[in-house]
């Protein structure tokens, strides 16, 4: 069966710092993968999907940027984070003939 | 630009009983997937249930159908014999055709249910 990954749980980091969030599925072969933020209290906004190795959609313009180095890993990044960069973050794959995305557990993330 | 409504911020149900969660779409694409997740506080997204849009039945899976009203552009949740493990927060969303079938999500529903 098909699992997801994410890592660190949960993350306090100051402004202008560095992130990197990580996502890697098991058990499934080129997955779509997603990633979506959540402010508190709010629905889920797309960020970045990929359709494949390398293949990178941004949504939403901002300081995040995404990568897919392996076919089941995707990075989430940022180069100086800000306040308003503080979230949820959720990773999603789903496969290509199929409609359902599976996400995550998920890491919440506060900007300091 | 593809657009999900739900007006409902906060339900109340009592235990055993039905409740209707709303929700609305727009979007001019006739080949478009419907779905409910489900959120509890613990933050984990499940899906409930998905309804294509050439579907032509309603779809069910055990105590969620999925009430499915295309002129309407409307793809409300019932949820039967509501149970207290299904307060949660509650999502509408929709995919439209293509390969990444990216998923745009509504505002959410707040479902408590009442012993």
């Known amino acids: 069966s098909q699992t997801i990954h994410q890592w660190p749980a949960t993350l306090v980091q100051p402004v202008g710092s560095p992130l990197s969030l990580e996502c890697t599925v098991e058990?499934?072969?080129?997955?779509?993968l997603y990633w979506y933020r959540q402010a508190a209290g709010r629905g889920l906004q797309l960020l970045f999907y990929?359709?494949?190795?390398?293949?990178i959609s941004s949504e939403v313009p901002q300081n995040l940027s995404a990568s897919r180095p392996q076919d089941r890993q995707f990075i989430l990044s940022s180069k100086k984070l800000l306040l308003s960069d503080s979230g949820f973050y959720l990773c999603?794959?789903?496969?290509?003939?199929?409609?359902?995305?599976?996400f995550g557990p998920g890491t919440r993330l506060t900007v300091l | 630009a593809q657009k999900i409504t739900q007006t409902q911020p906060g339900m109340f149900v009592q235990e055993k009983e039905a409740v209707t969660l709303d929700c609305t779409y727009d979007?001019?694409?006739?080949?478009?997937?419907l779905f409910w997740y489900k959120q509890p506080s613990s933050g984990e997204m499940i899906f409930l249930i998905y309804?294509?849009?050439?579907?032509?039945q309603n779809a069910t899976e055990g105590r969620y159908s999925l009430n499915f009203q295309k002129a309407r552009k409307s793809a409300n949740l019932v949820i039967s014999a509501s149970q207290l493990g299904d307060s949660a927060m509650y999502f509408c969303?929709?995919?439209?055709?293509?390969?990444?079938?990216?998923?745009?999500f509504g505002s959410g529903t707040q479902l408590t249910v009442l012993p």
């Open positions: 999603a794959w789903s496969e290509g003939l199929y409609n359902e995305q599976f």
């Open positions: 058990g499934t072969s080129n997955p779509n």
């Open positions: 990929s359709v494949g190795i390398g293949q």
């Open positions: 979007t001019s694409d006739p080949s478009y997937g």
């Open positions: 309804q294509g849009s050439y579907d032509q």
């Open positions: 969303a929709m995919s439209l055709s293509g390969s990444a079938r990216q998923l745009t």
